[in-house]
């Protein structure tokens, strides 16, 4: 009896160039009709629509920023309260023991810089960052990304991805090259 062996590849992706920003759209347009997930564009300009088209709608980073702000908020309030009433306790005046009022601007402070900083944080985990070499730097040409040319690439994890049939439909989309990108 045989049995199935899963096979690891070193392939990243296959990576097409294309001229113009036009030819980039309709391709991962073509792409994602296709059945296309994972796939990523590249260009040396942002393109308004070709988030959408990809479909990289990330919302992680406004919970993980809303969260950092409201520790920061309670960790600031709470950290006042402490202060003045077991730390350094002074009653001036005959005030409450929690003058909420007086906290407002420190708690304000507080939960901005902890939602600033969770945020960057956040946002380099989420990232994947420090990430000093990605694989696409080695594709032929990547480096005019950021000139004039314009790139898609269908990652090798997509679950439609089978070597052939996706250069074959990169070559149909009007790519002027086509290639593979190793890990």
Known sequence: MSQAVAVKTDLFGIVA????SDQLIEAA???????????????PFAIEELPDILGNRDDRIPWVMFFGGM???IGGFGL??????????????????????SFVPVTFECMVLAAAISGLV????????????????????FE??????????????????????????????GAISVSEVKE
């Open 17 to 20: 160039q294309y001229e113009d």
């Open 29 to 43: 347009r073509r792409a994602r009709d296709a059945g296309y997930t994972k796939m990523d564009g590249y260009a």
């Open 71 to 73: 520790f920061g908020a």
């Open 80 to 101: 006042q309260v402490w202060v003045a009433n077991v730390d350094y306790a002074l009653n001036i005046g005959g005030r409450p023991n929690i003058s909420w009022p």
């Open 122 to 141: 956040g946002m380099i985990a989420l990232n994947g960052l420090p990430r000093p070499h990605h694989p696409l730097f080695d594709a032929p040409d």
């Open 144 to 173: 005019r990304v950021t000139q004039d040319r314009f790139f898609l690439c269908i990652e090798s994890s997509d679950p439609n991805f089978d070597r052939d049939s996706v250069a074959k439909f990169l070559e149909s989309t």
